[in-house]
């Protein structure tokens, strides 16, 4: 008889890599993670290690596989974080430099001088994205500029540029081929949105030459199959790829139009399928192709920069752990607000100079109060973004919520009474993994798209208990302390403005 098969599925983060084992009935059997570190040389700079990634990968899946058969393993399914940008030789294999974490803001000033020269609008019209320091595009002209100035290496192809997804895909198949999947190109800012190819408008902009760039695939490939990556067999195909994000949404089983994700992580990010990129028309939310498995899914999704890295500063601060601060958190701030603009505000602001603020303290504030305004500084950011994801057409119900920080019950609560909507929590936390395996599965048969949405979900239900008008009066008093972050002459705009 031949043994049942079994996907494997990786999900490189930005604190850490998780590997997950799932079965041919959905059902987790295994999981595995590995740390990251990150490196902040210089004030607004957020490095990693390309080659500390790849240990972590490696790492992950050898304690994942641990006790079981790596024979049954049927396929491979990844899922990274993105717009994190890297450079490396084609010849050697070599990083030159660090990889740019999608957090670092090193650009800034390029940034603002291109939105000066009135590229915000043409660049969002191509790609979906605000022009902001976030995305891969400035961080890929970063390395360039330093790694390669008259850029004769990279029009040579001498030169790979790359992002986590393609990085990895580089080694699992050694070198065979330099290749991106087209969801993650997508958040690279160089992509266009509609004709889902390179926009040699963009590559000039950023003077980023075609040849550095790698071979665009669907999020089921073809990509290179695996080799050397003990103990999974040579040839072990690569059966998905797809944004952390992303693989987040198609792991909650949202196939269609109509229900919301929210992924906590070191940021967050909050998203839904529309029906084609032309409903993002008017949005302050980004438009992303969150997924193209032989039909493009488009998505609008806003992006928050810290939420879980809030929690771990505050940890650090209070010297105790992101979980304790729940158990530590006042029932009420008292009128304190933490605006966590640790590198400016991402969706629905998009302002770059916004700083960091804490607000309302009093001789009475103390760590309890400052809990409660960390876990607060989410669940107000969330549902700002999730407010432009309502529609004339109708309210958002129900946030289906997934990440690290989601086992956070405290937080989830506060979520669904922030909002005001339902907070659906899977008992799997780590829908990232769970969807890149599920997106393998259906390239490799094993599962059908009909059968996953069908599938029983364990989950636990926040149900929102706070009137509308609490919730006016809170969001109202977080939307002054918004506005103090801010830079004086913007914080009246309105969210989604162009920077
Ligand atoms: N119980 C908890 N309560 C609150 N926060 C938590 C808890 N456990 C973990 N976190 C936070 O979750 C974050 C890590 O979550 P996760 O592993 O989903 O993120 P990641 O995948 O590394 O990041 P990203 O998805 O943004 O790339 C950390 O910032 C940590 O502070
Ligand atoms: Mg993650």
Redesign the pocket.
Known sequence: MTPRPLLLAV?Q????T?ALLVDGEGDVVASASAPLTTAHPRPGWVEQSAEEIWHSVTEAVAKCLTGHDPARVAGVGLAT?RESCLLWERATGRPLGPMLGWQDRRTADRCATLLADGLGEPVRAATGLPLDPMFSALKAQWLLDTYDPDRSRARRGELCLGTVDSWLLWRLGQGAEHVVEVGNAARTQLLDIRTRDWDQRLLDTFGVPREALPRIAASTGPFPAVRGLSPLSDGTPVASVLG?SHAALFGHGVFVPGSVKV?????SSVMGLIAGPDRAEGSPLCLTLAWDDGTPAYALEGNIRSS??T??WLAQLLRTG??E??ALAAPDSAGVHLVPAFGGLAAPWWDNEATGLISGLTFGTGPPELARAALESIAFQVEDVVAGLDTAAGRVTTLLAD???S??AT?MRLQADTSGRIVRRPLVRDL?ALGAAHLAGCALGVFTKGRLAGLARSEDVHRPDRSAAERARRALAWHDAVARARRPGTADREPGGTP
Do not use: F, H, I, V
């Open positions: 999900d983060g930005t604190s850490a998780k974080q952390d992924t906590y992580g070191t940021g879980g890295a929690l771990r992101e979980a601060l729940a990440g690290g920080p086992d956070n937080l990232s």
